[in-house]
């Protein structure tokens, strides 16, 4: 499944050799045992370092088998590095990943991104997007020597309570149906979601083109990879009066969920079928798909849906910084320099 890489290539003058460092393109996903111990990996950053990396668990189990998009390195046969590669749309692709901190500074890191940026190229993906948390100050070096910033996005955890007096009650069953009465006391209309279907695709690729900057080629990749495609990944329709009005995803990995590709169709927004949906899709995750956390992410520059959001309960819990580079001058600049 996977090759093993040479440690050392020309162009770099690291150390990685020294300390018998096996760096691999994997093809066709992660094993379980690999699996595990990045979950490991990523649980060490986030207690020593309170730094959470966007790694998208559910790709990560879902592999295609004729693809290369992960990349690691190993020492005596333990993961000590990972950088995995996300595709949305064919015009370019999302890049994270993370090191073992008693690993850093010796070249590691770079020799992943080569191996990905060599990748990229080969499949002419024009632009590679590298995220990088924002309380990683060591990250946001890394990336702003090879990458032009693009945006940001706040993460944002559902929380209500955050901030009053009162303590989380040890049951969230009453204040769930709470939620429920409240939103929908705001209702003058017959507004749910429905599960989508195949015959919808022409509309969620509508939909998609409307609210993202998105070509509809793009569009239409990203709705056949992940509609009804891999378990916990779900996409539902907002309807109004039988009528649909606007789309919504939820990815569940592990305890949390997450609410994606939000979007109302243009002519229906203003009219507070955001906040009905987003209330009621809250309550859908945690009574139907039993997971205790909801969050989401919204670009630091849509003050709009902030707010919207930040009326609803949710509150900002960390910052994505992303960054843009052609494959091939990600390389160029991988060559002559020592980032690690």
Request: one cysteine or more; a negative charge; charged letters at 25%.
């Given at each position: 499944?996977?090759?093993?890489?040479?440690?050392?290539?020309?162009?770099?003058?690291?150390?990685?050799?020294?300390?018998?460092?096996?760096?691999?393109?994997?093809?066709?996903?992660?094993?379980?045992?690999?699996?595990?111990?990045?979950?490991?990996?990523?649980?060490?950053?986030?207690?020593?370092?309170?730094?959470?990396?966007?790694?998208?668990?559910?790709?990560?189990?879902?592999?295609?088998?004729?693809?290369?998009?992960?990349?690691?390195?190993?020492?005596?046969?333990?993961?000590?590095?990972?950088?995995?590669?996300?595709?949305?749309?064919?015009?370019?692709?999302?890049?994270?990943?993370?090191?073992?901190?008693?690993?850093?500074?010796?070249?590691?890191?770079?020799r992943l991104l080569q191996l990905a940026a060599r990748e990229c190229?080969?499949?002419?993906?024009?632009?590679?997007?590298?995220?990088?948390?924002?309380?990683?100050?060591?990250?946001?070096?890394?990336?702003?020597?090879?990458?032009?910033?693009?945006?940001?996005?706040?993460?944002?955890?559902?929380?209500?309570?955050?901030?009053?007096?009162?303590?989380?009650?040890?049951?969230?069953?009453?204040?769930?149906?709470?939620?429920?009465?409240?939103?929908?006391?705001?209702?003058?209309?017959?507004?749910?979601?429905?599960?989508?279907?195949?015959?919808?695709?022409?509309?969620?690729?509508?939909?998609?083109?409307?609210?993202?900057?998105?070509?509809?080629?793009?569009?239409?990749?990203?709705?056949?990879?992940?509609?009804?495609?891999?378990?916990?990944?779900?996409?539902?329709?907002?309807?109004?009066?039988?009528?649909?009005?606007?789309?919504?995803?939820?990815?569940?990995?592990?305890?949390?969920?997450?609410?994606?590709?939000?979007?109302?169709?243009?002519?229906?927004?203003?009219?507070?079928?955001?906040?009905?949906?987003?209330?009621?899709?809250?309550?859908?995750?945690?009574?139907?798909?039993?997971?205790?956390?909801?969050?989401?992410?919204?670009?630091?520059?849509?003050?709009?849906?902030?707010?919207?959001?930040?009326s609803c309960g949710f509150h900002i819990a960390d910052a994505n910084?992303?960054?843009?580079?052609?494959?091939?001058?990600?390389?160029?600049?991988?060559?002559?320099?020592?980032?690690?």
């Amino acid at each position: 499944m996977a090759d093993a890489i040479s440690s050392r290539s020309s162009g770099f003058q690291d150390d990685i050799s020294s300390i018998n460092v096996e760096i691999r393109a994997i093809r066709g996903g992660l094993g379980q045992d690999y699996l595990r111990q990045l979950e490991i990996l990523a649980e060490q950053c986030r207690k020593q370092e309170q730094l959470n990396v966007k790694l998208n668990w559910n790709m990560l189990k879902d592999r295609s088998l004729d693809r290369t998009d992960d990349f690691a390195a190993f020492h005596n046969g333990k993961l000590i590095a990972f950088l995995g590669l996300y595709s949305f749309q064919d015009s370019e692709i999302e890049g994270s990943g993370l090191v073992d901190p008693g690993y850093r500074r010796q070249g590691i890191f770079s020799r992943l991104l080569q191996l990905a940026a060599r990748e990229c190229a080969k499949r002419e993906i024009p632009k590679m997007i590298l995220i990088c948390p924002r309380s990683s100050s060591a990250a946001l070096g890394f990336v702003k020597k090879l990458s032009a910033y693009a945006f940001s996005e706040y993460v944002m955890k559902f929380a209500p309570d955050e901030g009053r007096d009162q303590p989380e009650p040890a049951s969230s069953g009453a204040r769930t149906v709470q939620l429920r009465q409240d939103y929908r006391q705001e209702a003058d209309r017959e507004i749910r979601t429905r599960p989508a279907q195949l015959s919808d695709t022409e509309l969620l690729v509508r939909l998609n083109c409307d609210g993202f900057v998105m070509s509809e080629a793009d569009s239409r990749t990203y709705v056949e990879s992940t509609l009804n495609k891999s378990p916990g990944n779900y996409t539902r329709i907002v309807e109004m009066n039988g009528e649909a009005v606007g789309k919504l995803g939820i990815i569940v990995t592990g305890s949390e969920a997450y609410i994606v590709g939000f979007v109302i169709s243009r002519g229906y927004r203003g009219r507070g079928i955001g906040r009905i949906i987003l209330m009621e899709t809250v309550d859908y995750i945690k009574r139907e798909l039993k997971t205790g956390e909801v969050r989401l992410e919204v670009a630091v520059v849509n003050d709009h849906a902030l707010g919207l959001y930040q009326s609803c309960g949710f509150h900002i819990a960390d910052a994505n910084d992303y960054y843009e580079t052609p494959p091939e001058a990600c390389l160029r600049d991988l060559a002559v320099r020592i980032y690690e």
